[in-house]
């Protein structure tokens, strides 16, 4: 009897393979530090969830909150990628609370977030292209434009896109850079230089009164390419008035006219556009044209402040050519990082 009794137990108590469905409930009740069939898990952290479900809906529906107000939806847009550190936030809330309702809702804004954004966690570099270019953003008051010109000179650009140039530093950066560029032009505060022959220079009207912006062909080995440098009016947050930026948007409006009107087939653009691909202000330009950084990067690529980046605002953007890699140089006297991409021309441009 004690042995049929033993061998009984032995065979009510499992010995064979626990089902799987027991073990994750086993393992999510731990997690949670509830015992099975404890509806607590269920009742706390409410709170928690409901957070959790508005931070997806804020990045799930970002382009339907309105600018009316600050231009909110554009402050939004320009730091959208920093709202995933919000994620692990609330993961630890639910955790603490020993809630599975937060710890479910908390999927959600992880699922939108890497919907909107996983892309940009590979690295999409690749080998070959035919021209490199960079834009800098060289900062008024930088106390170095000898320096900030040797270091961009030495990222190997064939072009070379500069802004925020004042009268006073033009001369130096054009003597540190005359032994690399054969060809440049300086219109308003904006520069190119190139080692191949530049034609059709042009400044271009973004609804300033002062020039900020130009236009010139390259007749690069591989073909002829329109190349547009661009700064954007700046924008401000201010306690009383949101994220102002009505000149911005506007002279986006008229950016993106003039690059609609481009003859040329292969054309890039390069600037401090102040906005990121995802400002829905900058659609009249972003909507006909790519990201090298979204396309063939490696990361966000963010480009300022200088000291510690929380955004893209430099941009390189191409239409006809092929992104190849894009990436982020070293730090230079200026506020802003320098970016570079490698691109492939289309034939036929």
């Not at 009740?29 to 269920?42: A, C, F, Q, S, T």
């Not at 809630?99 to 999927?107: D, G, M, Q, Y």
């Not at 130096?172 to 530049?198: D, N």
Request: glycine share 10%; net charge neutral.
């Amino acid at each position: 009897m004690a042995q049929q009794a033993y061998m009984t137990e032995t065979d009510n108590g499992g010995s064979g393979p626990e089902p799987r469905g027991n073990r994750v409930r086993r393992l999510f009740d731990r997690l949670l530090g509830g015992r099975r069939g404890d509806p607590r898990i269920w009742r706390r952290g409410l709170f928690v969830a409901l957070c959790a479900v508005l931070l997806a809906v804020v990045m799930l529906l970002h382009s339907h909150i309105p600018n009316t107000i600050g231009n909110l939806g554009s402050l939004t847009e320009t730091f959208l990628p920093w709202l995933g550190v919000f994620v692990p936030v609330l993961l630890v809330l639910a955790l603490v609370r020993k809630s599975a309702t937060a710890l479910i809702a908390v999927l959600l804004p992880s699922v939108v977030w890497l919907n909107l954004f996983g892309g940009q966690l590979t690295d999409k570099t690749a080998s070959g292209g035919d021209l490199t270019v960079v834009t800098h953003n060289v900062n008024a008051e930088n106390p170095d434009p000898s320096g900030t010109a040797r270091d961009v000179a030495a990222s190997g650009a064939d072009m070379l896109a500069l802004e925020e140039l004042t009268p006073d530093a033009v001369p130096t950066y054009e003597k540190a850079l005359a032994s690399t560029y054969r060809y440049h032009s300086v219109q308003g505060t904006v520069g190119l230089w190139s080692k191949y022959p530049l034609t059709g220079v042009r400044d271009v009207d973004i609804d300033l009164g002062w020039t900020r912006a130009m236009r010139a062909t390259v007749t690069a080995p591989a073909g002829q390419v329109a190349v547009y440098v661009a700064h954007l009016p700046s924008v401000r947050v201010k306690m009383e008035a949101g994220f102002t930026a009505r000149q911005r948007d506007r002279s986006a409006d008229f950016l993106g006219e003039a690059i609609a009107h481009e003859p040329l087939k292969n054309v890039v653009l390069l600037g401090d556009l102040n906005g990121t691909m995802n400002d829905r202000a900058l659609n009249a330009v972003t909507s006909q044209m790519r990201s090298t950084q979204g396309a063939a990067g490696n990361g966000f690529g963010f480009s300022w402040p200088a000291s510690f980046p929380m955004a893209r605002i430099d941009q390189i953007m191409v239409k006809g050519l092929k992104p190849e890699s894009s990436w982020t140089l070293p730090e230079t006297g200026s506020d802003h990082l320098p970016i570079a991409a490698r691109v492939r021309v289309a034939t036929g441009g």
